[in-house]
């Protein structure tokens, strides 16, 4: 088994250390709405995350930084770091996605010092480029020399099965519920991952105006368990 496949591994591991047990981006809304209850209404807005958001949005990122570090196409690379920027309107999705993206790579250049972090740094910063977690991923997974329908496909799953994970503390739900959904899900994400690969940045945008509006919201809330 290549090992890059184990780094891909470790890179979505529960442990590793990015913060998305802190963020809901606006799920958090919902739950206290009384919209997200049960394990079926926490598919469905998996579902529409999924499906009307990342493909649209983070995971179309994903493919085409990934892309663009490989073939060195920096024009590629800022156009991708702008639209990610532009597509998350809601304040605290922008600050948890740019939180994210410094703590992946704080967290990887600590674990390989001669790896591609520094490099991602500077390309970053020489170009005022904000450090979106996608971004800062996509352009870690191609310089790692790891295939990208893999690292899009775990990515995606990351994704929701992170949400699935806040839900479950937060509603609060069964881990047996938790884990059928994030099951449920799987067929799902490789689905997700073949409409992103026949896109390009000309189809970025997100379908899931309900989420934006609840992420906008999330800042008012008067109690909350996350930041986003």
């Known amino acids: 088994m290549p090992t890059n496949f184990l780094q891909l591994m470790q890179l979505h591991d529960s442990a590793f250390p990015i913060g998305s047990y802190t963020q809901s981006f606006g799920m958090e809304t919902y739950i206290q709405a009384g919209v997200l209850y049960n394990e079926e209404t926490l598919k469905q807005f998996c579902l529409s995350y999924l499906h009307g958001n990342l493909v649209g949005g983070d995971g179309l990122i994903v493919k085409e930084v990934h892309r663009a570090a490989l073939e060195n196409d920096y024009e590629l690379l800022e156009e991708a770091g702008v639209l990610c920027h532009a597509l998350k309107i809601p304040k605290e999705s922008r600050e948890g996605s740019i939180w994210m993206g410094k703590q992946f790579l704080k967290t990887i250049s600590a674990m390989d010092e001669l790896g591609p972090g520094p490099s991602i740094n500077l390309d970053l910063s020489s170009r005022n480029m904000y450090f979106h977690y996608p971004v800062v991923y996509g352009m870690y997974t191609a310089l790692s020399k790891m295939e990208l329908s893999a690292a899009l496909t775990a ?31 799987l067929p799902e994400c490789e689905k997700a991952a073949k409409r992103i690969d026949e896109r390009t940045l000309s ?3 997100s379908s899931t105006a309900g989420l934006e509006l609840a992420s906008m919201k999330h800042e008012h809330l008067r109690v909350r368990l996350f930041i986003s």
């Not at 995606?156 to 881990?175: D, I, T």
């Open 203 to 205: 189809d970025a945008g």
């Open 155 to 185: 990515f995606l799953y990351s994704s929701v099965s992170g949400m699935v994970h806040n839900a479950v503390r937060a509603v609060p739900l069964g881990q047996t519920s938790g884990v059928k959904t994030i099951y449920q899900l």
